[in-house]
């Protein structure tokens, strides 16, 4: 049987407190939450630069991979608090997410980053940072967002599969 394709609020909370505990719990947590909130691809999470994030306007510029369409998302007092904590921790780097060496993370950084959280939050089933994106989704739907709204947040050109 195939484990589900979204993570829910609370076991992103989990997945969250259990990345806090790591290495580099503050970066770690804060790029979970950035993916969840935002419906992040790993790519674009690990792209994700500081001239894309308006801390004073409280909004981020999101650049869609595989031919997305890029959109403007508010950010959350939560996220503008991580951020900014992030970003007196980073190096004067033009990167968000960065790598113990410095230099921008890779998805297989993000990938395993998630994977080790999930191990250490106990999670019933693997987790894998799309999960965090598929989530994003389900919550905007849960909560009665219309379809073509959450596809335009999340930069769908298409609601169809191909």
Excluded at 68 to 83: D, F, I, K, M
Excluded at 128 to 145: E, T
Excluded at 147 to 156: F, I
């Amino acid at each position: 049987m195939r484990p589900r394709k979204h993570l829910t609020d609370h076991e992103v909370e989990r997945l969250i407190a259990a990345a806090k505990k790591g290495r580099y719990g503050h970066r770690d947590a804060t790029l979970i939450l950035m993916s969840y909130r935002h419906g992040l691809r790993v790519s674009e999470a690990v792209k994700l630069r500081w001239d894309q994030v308006d801390l004073k306007q409280a909004c981020l510029t999101v650049n869609r991979a595989k031919n997305g369409q890029n959109g403007v998302h508010p950010l959350t007092g939560r996220e503008l608090r991580a951020l900014r904590q992030l970003k007196r921790e980073n190096s004067g780097s033009p990167f968000v997410f960065l790598s113990e060496r410095g230099t921008p993370m890779t998805d297989r950084n993000v990938r395993t980053l998630v994977k080790k959280a999930g191990d250490r939050a106990g999670m019933e089933f693997p987790v894998h940072p799309h999960q965090l994106r598929h989530g994003c989704s389900y919550k905007l739907i849960n909560k009665g967002v219309d379809v073509r709204t959450v596809q335009q947040y999340l930069g769908h050109a298409s609601i169809i599969a191909p």
